[in-house]
């Protein structure tokens, strides 16, 4: 199993990014998959999650109302819309996927992460 995270970068604060993570090795369209972040000296922190089918998501309060995450199964791709970025923002972020949405952190597949800096 791959999952392939991509599209982090340097952006000013207030800007937009979309990171996007491309699936392989699994049946993706029966996977929950969620995204999450680690700053630097900080834990890892959940970020968001969609169902397999994209019927429920729920997100982290820091990030409600301006990340929006999404899937296209046809694509083995999940996506991290993230708009009016902040540099409280920045770190690396990490997709993962899961049998089991409500699982927490402990996901079976992760993948190796993108950075995002959001300079002030």
């Known amino acids: 199993v791959q999952l392939q995270a991509s599209g982090g970068g340097l952006v000013q604060a207030g800007g937009s990014l979309r990171l996007s993570c491309a699936a392989s090795?699994?049946?993706?369209?029966?996977?929950?998959m969620g995204w999450f972040r680690q700053a630097p000296g900080k834990e890892r922190e959940f970020v968001a999650k969609i169902t397999w089918n994209s019927g429920f998501i729920i997100y982290a309060d820091s990030v409600k109302g301006r990340f929006t995450i999404s899937r296209a199964n046809a694509k083995n791709t999940v996506y991290l819309q993230m708009n009016s970025l902040k540099p409280e923002d920045t770190a690396i972020y990490y997709c993962?996927?899961?049998?089991?949405?409500?699982?927490?952190?402990?996901?079976?597949?992760w993948g190796q992460g993108t950075e995002v800096t959001v300079s002030s």
């Open positions: 993962a996927a899961d049998k089991n949405f409500w699982r927490d952190s402990e996901y079976d597949y």
């Open positions: 090795g699994l049946t993706f369209s029966t996977y929950a």
